[in-house]
C-alpha cells in the first residue's frame, strides 16, 4: 500500500471522529502525515485529548469542528478552508418496530446518518474538483446492503447514503475525485455496546454471553472488526490503487453479507 504518498500533507475531515471508528480513521490517516479535522461531541478535555493525539501522530496541526450534524446545512463547513479527503462516518442507531418508531427519532436518525453526508458532499466538492483530487469515504454498514429488524430509520439511511455514494462517484467520474462506501458488520465502538448491554439485560445474559450472541446472530467469523482495521481500509482507499475504484460499496463484515 502506498497510502502515505498520497495522504501525506492533505487535509482530511473525519465526522463523528471523537469515537469510535471515526477516531480510528482520523488516527489512521494522522499516522499517514494527513492534517486531521475531527468533529464530534466532545467537552474541553476530550477535545484536548484528540487534538494532542492527531497532531502527534500527524506532526501537522489538528483542529476541532464543533458542528452538530443532525440539524440540516452544518454551520461552518464553508470556514473550514480545503480539505482533500472527507470521510462522512457520524451516526447514530435506534431500534424498534416500525409502528412504534418515534417520529423525531426517525427525522433524527435519516438527517445524521444519510443528509449529513450530502450537506458535506455538496459543500467540499466544488474545491476537491478546483484542485483535481479528491477523495469521500462514507461510512455506510452492512445494513446499507442488507436489513434487519427493528432498524427501519438506520437500514434506510445507510441503504440511502450507499446509493447517494454512487451518484457522486458516476457524477464525478473521470475528473480526479472517488466516492466509495464501506460498510463494516460489527465493530466494538460505544455504539455497538449499548446494544449488548441492552441484550444482555432483555435476555438476562452475562455481557460476555451477549457479545457472543451478538455476533453469532450475524457474523459468521465470530470475531468484531477493528476501527484499527477500518483505518486501513480508508487509508487504502486514499492510495493510488484506488485512483480508478469509485461507487463501490466495501463489506468489511466477516461474512455477514455472504449469506
Ligand atoms: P460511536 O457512537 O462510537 O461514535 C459516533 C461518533 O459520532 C462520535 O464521535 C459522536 O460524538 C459523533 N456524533 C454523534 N452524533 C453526532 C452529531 N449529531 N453531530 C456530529 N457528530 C455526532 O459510533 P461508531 O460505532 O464508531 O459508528 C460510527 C459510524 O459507523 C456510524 O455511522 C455507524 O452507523 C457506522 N457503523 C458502525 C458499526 C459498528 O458496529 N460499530 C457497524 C457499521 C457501521
Known amino acids: 500500500m502506498r497510502g502515505g504518498d498520497d495522504v501525506r500533507g492533505k487535509t482530511a475531515l473525519v465526522t463523528g471522529s471523537t469515537s469510535g471508528i471515526g477516531l480510528g480513521i482520523a488516527q489512521a490517516l494522522a499516522d499517514q502525515g494527513a492534517s486531521l479535522i475531527f468533529n464530534g461531541f466532545a467537552d474541553d478535555e476530550l477535545q484536548a485529548r484528540v487534538k494532542a493525539d492527531l497532531e502527534a501522530r500527524s506532526g501537522q496541526p489538528a483542529r476541532f469542528w464543533s458542528a452538530d450534524l443532525s440539524g440540516g446545512p452544518p454551520a461552518g463547513l ?145 470475531e468484531f472488526t477493528s476501527v484499527e482495521q477500518l483505518g486501513q481500509w480508508a487509508v487504502f482507499l486514499c492510495s493510488p490503487a484506488c485512483d480508478n475504484v469509485t461507487g463501490t460499496s466495501l463489506p468489511v463484515d466477516g461474512g455477514w453479507t455472504a449469506q
Open 78 to 222: 464553508q470556514t473550514l478552508g480545503p480539505v482533500d479527503i472527507l470521510v462522512n462516518n457520524a451516526g447514530m442507531q435506534h431500534t424498534a418496530p416500525v409502528e412504534q418508531f418515534p417520529p423525531e427519532l426517525w427525522e433524527k436518525v435519516i438527517a445524521l446518518n444519510l443528509s449529513a453526508a450530502f450537506y458535506t458532499i455538496a459543500g467540499l466538492l466544488p474545491g476537491m474538483n478546483e484542485r483535481g483530487w479528491g477523495r469521500i469515504i462514507n461510512i455506510a454498514s452492512a445494513h446499507g446492503l442488507v436489513a434487519s429488524v427493528h432498524k427501519a430509520a438506520y437500514v434506510a439511511a445507510k441503504h440511502g447514503l450507499v446509493g447517494l455514494t454512487k451518484v457522486v462517484a458516476l457524477e464525478q467520474a473521470g475528473r480526479g475525485v472517488t466516492c466509495n462506501a464501506i460498510c463494516p458488520g460489527w465493530v466494538l465502538t460505544p455504539l455497538v455496546q449499548k446494544q449488548i448491554d441492552a441484550r444482555a439485560a432483555s435476555q438476562g445474559l452475562s455481557e460476555p454471553e451477549a457479545r457472543r450472541d451478538l455476533l453469532k446472530e450475524k457474523q459468521p467469523s465470530g
